[in-house]
């Protein structure tokens, strides 16, 4: 079981409250995970827009959003409060 995974698993029915309360995580923990998830999904977002491009270009099979895990983590994203 990969990570996103346990923490699916760990949260799965929690609101977002209950789920910062499963993992204990302080104000600034939750404020450093949002971001650190955020910035996961601008640079899955990034990288999952130039493969798409060399793939156009190489008139290969373009990757989907699954291909870069970017529903995971905007489910993470919402499961734990965040606006997406």
Known sequence: MDCEEQIESSVS????QEAWQEFRLSSLEQSLVQEA?????DA???A???TAE???KR???VPGVHDFHLPAVLHLLRRFGASV
């Open 44 to 46: 899955r977002t990034r």
């Open 13 to 16: 029915g929690l609101s977002a």
């Open 48 to 50: 999952m827009e130039l």
């Open 37 to 41: 998830l955020l910035l996961l999904v």
């Open 54 to 56: 060399m793939c156009q």
């Open 59 to 61: 008139r290969l099979a």
